[in-house]
């Protein structure tokens, strides 16, 4: 997400967490930064645990503030 502008100027961030919400169907995307020494199996695992925050808070936002 970002922009670049016609004076050469640009601003950027990585989304590693997102929701899309399309009709009554919820689409979670999570990702990590992969270095040159990362471990795959601790990668994949952390983008699971960001997954699960990600359909907790859809979970709670489902059920209300009752």
Known sequence: VG?????????MAITIRTI??????AFVQAGA??????VPEREYQETVNKAKALLTAIEMASQGLD
Do not use: R
């Open 33 to 38: 930064g992969i270095v040159a020494d990362s």
């Open 20 to 25: 899309v919400l399309k009709g009554n169907t």
């Open 3 to 11: 922009y670049f502008s016609f004076n050469g100027n640009m601003d």
